[in-house]
């Protein structure tokens, strides 16, 4: 584990009482891309159920079912045939994950909307952001203060433009407060803001996560500690900064595949300091 001064999350994680269950542990969906785009949302799912969501499902178009059901074992898998059935599907989720892979179109909104209608905290990222350029505003009036943005400076001027201007921390916190939403602006040094004024920024980053597929993994990492009930802000400090430890922990030849499969280690880490 890399010699930084323990965070303050910590203390925060969602570790399993004696009594737990899975449900209990919490439910996190993933919904996936059309069947040519599937990897990003197994990618996603794998980091959820990794981080320790008890039940993980991936929702997906019906043409993606029959690619996506040979390529999980423990994931659950739900097709779903527009925003209606993507709605039922969703109902029961604590958190649900959406963008990755998901096309940059209508359908993509719409299905956002209808999301966003469901109990479940929103973990939006990648086309989830860019299908609502030029159309900001539509995204942030559906928002809650647990769901997630989590743009990399590409995606994230496509909703804010300009701001970056400002900075990357003040540009996250204004573009927080404007989303009423917590803002993962991801990069070198990742900075996190919430919409009641905290900004942390992350300390342990690596070039190593410039890898396709990498910011899935995260997607999935916050949506699954914010299925287990974990704070959205807490939630999306701790992903970044395990995301992060993993990817130290494995070094040259890293691909996003990787990522979940250190996870354990990093857990274990972190358990072994909260159980002294
Ligand atoms: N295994 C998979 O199935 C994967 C699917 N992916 C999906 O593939 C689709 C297209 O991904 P793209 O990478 O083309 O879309 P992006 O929106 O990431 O990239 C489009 C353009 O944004 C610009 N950009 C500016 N700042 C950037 C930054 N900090 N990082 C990256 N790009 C920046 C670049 O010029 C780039 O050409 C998305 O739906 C994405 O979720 C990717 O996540 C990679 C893995
Ligand atoms: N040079 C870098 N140093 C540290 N972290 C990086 C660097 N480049 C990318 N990352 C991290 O890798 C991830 C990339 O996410 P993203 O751009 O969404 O990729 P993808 O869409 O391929 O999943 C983010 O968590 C980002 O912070």
Not at 63 to 88: H, K, R, W
Not at 244 to 254: D, I, K, N, S, V
Request: hydrophobic content about 50%; proline content about 6%; aromatic content about 4%.
């Amino acid at each position: 584990m890399t010699d930084h001064a323990l965070p303050d999350w910590r203390d925060a994680l969602p570790w399993p009482s004696v009594d737990t269950h899975k449900h209990r542990r919490g439910r996190l969906g993933v919904v996936s891309g059309k069947a040519t785009q599937t990897g990003a949302a197994r990618l996603a799912a794998r980091a959820g159920l990794r981080i320790g969501a008890g039940v993980v499902r991936i929702l997906c178009p019906p043409d993606a079912a029959p690619v996506i059901a040979p390529a999980i074992e423990a994931i659950m898998l739900t097709a779903f045939t527009g925003s209606e059935t993507l709605f039922e599907a969703a109902e029961g989720m604590d958190a649900v994950v959406v963008g990755p892979a998901a096309g940059v179109n209508d359908a993509t909104v719409i299905n956002i909307h209808a999301l966003a209608e469901t109990g479940a905290a929103l973990v939006i990222d990648a086309d989830g952001l860019t299908a609502f350029e030029h159309r900001a505003a539509d995204l942030f009036q559906v928002l809650d203060r647990d769901d997630v943005l989590t743009p990399h400076e590409g995606e994230f001027k496509r909703l804010f433009p300009g701001l970056l201007d400002l900075g990357r921390e003040e540009a996250a916190r204004i573009a927080s407060e404007r989303a009423r939403a917590v803002v993962v602006l991801k990069g070198p040094a990742t900075v996190i803001a919430a919409p009641d004024g905290r900004v942390a920024v992350n300390d342990n980053g690596t070039p190593w996560l410039a890898t396709a597929g990498s910011g899935d993994v995260l997607a999935g990492m916050i949506g699954g500690l914010i299925a287990q009930r974990m704070d959205s802000f807490d939630s999306a400090r701790a992903a970044v900064w395990m995301h992060a430890e993993a990817a130290r922990g494995f070094g040259p030849g890293l691909i996003a595949e990787d990522l979940p499969e250190r996870l354990p280690g990093v857990l274990a880490a972190l358990y072994a300091q909260a159980a002294t």
